[in-house]
């Protein structure tokens, strides 16, 4: 049975009322529903196959909304990969252990400690100028919600610094790995923002048309 136009928008509310709030999750949703009612359903009204995926439904939408999340974070795990083999990405590493080390020659120990945490924190608060932004696509798109949130992992380096501060602060070669892995964490969390938010945004704009 070849769905119409209002079918289509009975399936989307139906999803909306069912607590499927961002718009991505639904799309896929509304995709797969009536795709399967066109092709395979016994079910005479629409209405009565809605009911009977409910579980489904909501089983879909969880498992869609980790998918999202975790392949932004395995994102961020391949760029940050690509800063031990890809010449450009190497160079940066190298810059960023060569500066430590400089930087470690002029500057007390605290005042370098006081600087890297500094930018670290800027690279981890680097979404917030998107998220107030696009505070509306934030709240209706997993996509987007996701991927403000790749600066996850590399806040927890500023939690672990301040943790153990003391003791890194006592090994300069392990400082000076700490303070380039996290920072190179940050860098890839800005690079796979900035390279996914347009993608990311037209598609919230197809989705509202």
């Known amino acids: 049975m070849k769905l119409k136009k209002r079918d289509i928008k009975l399936i989307d509310n139906f999803l909306e009322q069912k607590g499927i709030k961002y718009l991505d999750v639904r ?5 797969h529903l009536a795709s399967e009612f066109e092709e395979k359903s016994n079910y005479s009204l629409l209405e009565d196959y809605l009911v009977s995926k409910i579980e ?4 879909f939408a969880k498992k869609q909304q980790k998918m999202i999340h975790w392949s932004y974070q395995k994102q961020l795990l391949v760029q940050f990969s690509k800063f031990f083999y890809k010449p450009k990405f190497i160079l940066t590493f190298s810059g960023l252990i060569v500066l430590g080390y400089i930087l470690l020659q002029y500057l007390s120990l605290e005042n370098f400690s006081l600087i890297y945490f500094f930018v670290l924190v800027g690279l981890v608060l680097y979404p917030l100028f998107y998220q107030i932004k696009y505070s509306k696509a934030v709240k209706k798109v997993q996509s987007m919600q996701s991927l403000f949130t790749v600066t996850a992992l590399p806040s927890v380096f500023l939690y672990t610094f301040s943790v153990s501060k003391s003791f890194l602060l ?3 070669g392990l400082l000076l790995l700490y303070y380039s892995f996290s920072i190179l964490l940050g860098i ?11 993608k990311v945004l037209k598609r919230y704009y197809e989705l509202l048309s």
């Open 27 to 31: 799309s896929e949703l509304l995709d």
């Open 56 to 59: 489904f439904i909501k089983s």
């Open 170 to 172: 006592d090994n300069f």
């Open 188 to 198: 890839s969390a800005v690079i796979i923002i900035e390279n996914d938010r347009k």
